[in-house]
């Protein structure tokens, strides 16, 4: 089965346990943590949409991209309940640029992590850098390897897998074990890693 007919599935038949229905407390940390100007921020594999439409209500001008159609219908009518301008586009990040590049910001929740091969995660992390200015951000929340988990959950990878990946491409200005922001729970653990894009790309 594509990707892209697996979260169509999962969307529909609603097994979709990421989908908290509001924004993670760790794009918020950071977000409000950090000197991250007003710019233009994209969200990959954005989902149901309550982290872009987080960021547009807190000065960011935002696209979501997501390969499901279920995922972005339901951003878009979230997005319109609040009120809020956001920008939700259908698409697949690794085969396609994304109109309105270059952004300041680039922020994803599990779409990275989902990539089970180290090629496709450094692929991913180069089309990142590749829709990013000069200097600009990536916050990744990833499932975190180190919880020895008995059943279901998010992929989980190490801090090696991250940094293998995104190394070439990108400064790690900070790894954080932590948790995903969740209203179940026991959240599963998680890292959060923000980066900034390397010189040289
Ligand atoms: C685990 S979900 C997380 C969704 C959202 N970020 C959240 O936190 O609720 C991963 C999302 O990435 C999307 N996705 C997976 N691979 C993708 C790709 N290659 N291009 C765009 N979106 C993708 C999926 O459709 C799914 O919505």
Partial sequence: MTIEKRYRKR???????????????????IVTKNPILSCKVLDVGCGTGDNSIWLAQNRFQVIGTDISDIAIEKAKEKASKANVKCDF????????KIEGAPFGFVFDRSCFH??????????FAQNVANHLEKAGLWLTIVGNADEDRQGPGPPQRTAADIVLAVEPYFEV?????????????NPPKAWRCLMQKRHIT
Avoid: C, M
Wanted: cysteine-free; hydrophobic content about 30%; aromatic content about 12%.
């Fill in 89 to 96: 586009i259908l698409v697949e990040f690794l085969k396609n």
């Fill in 173 to 185: 200005l900070s790894l954080q074990s932590s948790h995903f922001g969740s209203n179940r729970p």
């Fill in 11 to 29: 969307y529909k038949s609603g097994n979709t346990p990421w989908d908290a229905g509001q924004p993670d407390f760790n794009l918020i940390e």
């Fill in 114 to 123: 989902s990539f089970s091969s180290e090629d496709d995660r450094r692929r």
